[in-house]
């Protein structure tokens, strides 16, 4: 089969890999339909971070599934599923908690997504039926129902944590596909204000057709002395989507005293002087999202009754031959997100 | 009127000063009825931290109104009141968000209660009015009604913001006086199973008699493994009631993943690793406490009613006249919280 594999920084490329099999009894094989390059995989195509050469690459699909172990009895196949990056097992006190995305019975990775068929264990909870076939749904409507594999429930797990609720104001730090998610998480959970952070057109504008109802294009210094003018003392919530250095300062100096960050972008600098959080109660909260969570009790039904559209983040379409310049367009930020046509629908 | 007054480490003693007079136009006067010595006084008093010579000290207290300012309208003289630490002015962003311990509109530090008069501004919304006078309560209940002022509402502080829900485990990191409120506060919001970390006899009588399920004498790793062992993945909320190095990260490991760390403890040392944080999605709260919220919503009828019974932590008792004996009892561990009797009921 097709599937997409890291060569280098710079380099993936479609290589013929054997179709993987069931290994354990609670396993899945899934037929890819759609796919999509997250930007957690510019990390290593760009050298950023580590990643071993010839290994397979993808965490973020739907499609439908071709066989299950034996232990696997709500999916079967032929069902059309959302793929999630995540592996809950919905036992565990993780899971059971909520925050299937740090299950502890997981034993797999995340890999090897953007290719003709993929292996998935926990299939049993972990994957998210969707009614129906691929045919019986748009493509617009098929790239909502792609980004509930991660992206979406990934802006929504900011929003999640930083606890946003009814009548808040809240800042949303990063315009990526993640951040102009969390701009729709935001309004679905009933924030009146959100404030984007974004400094780029095409993307403010995609945040406001979200929800966004003001848009701030400072950094920095000049970015909190805006958010409090505009706020009279800071907002109630903050969604962190970027995880740098400048973005997350920002976000723990934005919010009233009481606000929490709810971050999910990966944190580049682990160092952190936490006194500056103590002084003015900021809570600080975040992590891998609770996919399967989220998906099962609010984000499919969402996008099939079309209150959100988070599949507008897909601003250009690759087939899977032609991943590498999947990858380039987002490296380029030609792309907000780069969707990958696997096969028909 | 007599005072206490910080004189060097290790030194405190009452001093003549001259009676506080109304400055502002919200301010009342209260005559003290009970004084006490605070865990964070130890801090000067050992000199690990700056303190002026010569400074007024004591932040808790209950007592009797004897003046208001002109804009003081809620609180009038006659009043038996808890007069809390913090300085709430009831409109900010700060307040009407529920941290009306960081109060953006508070203009005095809190200094001065272990006296028999004191100043209090934002006194309107601040002060916290007893039904009755002083006479109408026996020792005991004044006891749990001086704890309002501070560390009752401290330990309630730990278990707000790390969420504590019904059914709840938690662990409570310090068996000191805020520990022991945090334990009380736990089971007040429902807790079902509390973890009291203790390594001293007469603590871990009182965390029980409180409502603590289990002890954990261990620390460091070996407490980790307790507790982990205790609860099949870790705990659903962690009151961090210390601030030390150690019991701070006991406190980040003990948790399931998205548990939430309330820190009421002053963070000794501010740089934190918060990777491990992301990790497990573990979340982290606190800061100074929301005293006259608290008292209002939830904890003075608490008191009145016989549900909590905080005033448990006076393990001695003092006449203003031997303050120092009241703080060197605290430095030397033989009580768990010194009382001050600064006049009759």
Redesign the interface.
Known sequence: MKATVFIKPGKVEVQNLDKPVIEKETDAIIRVVRACVCGSDLWWYRGISEHESGSAVGHEAIGVVETVGSAVDTIKPGDFVVVPFTHGCGN???CL???D??C?NRDSHSVGYQAEYLRYDNANWGLVKIPGQPSDYSEEMLNSLLTLSDVMATGYHAAA?AEVKSGDTVVVMGDGAVGLCGVIAAKLRGATRIIAMSRHEDRQKLALEFGATDIVAERGDEAVAKVLELT???V?AVLECVGNEQSVETALQVG?????VG?VG??QK???????????????????AAVTTYDKATLLDAVLNGEINPGKVFTQSFALDDIQAAYAAMDERKAIKSLVVVADK
Request: charge should be positive; proline fraction near 5%; glycine fraction near 20%.
């Open positions: 565990c006190a993780a908690a909520g925050f995305g740090d502890l944590t009279d003392g800071g109630d009233r005293p009481g606000a929490i971050r990966i944190p682990a160092e952190m002087n936490t006194n500056q959080l103590f002084r003015r109660n900021i809570g600080l909260r975040g992590g891998i």
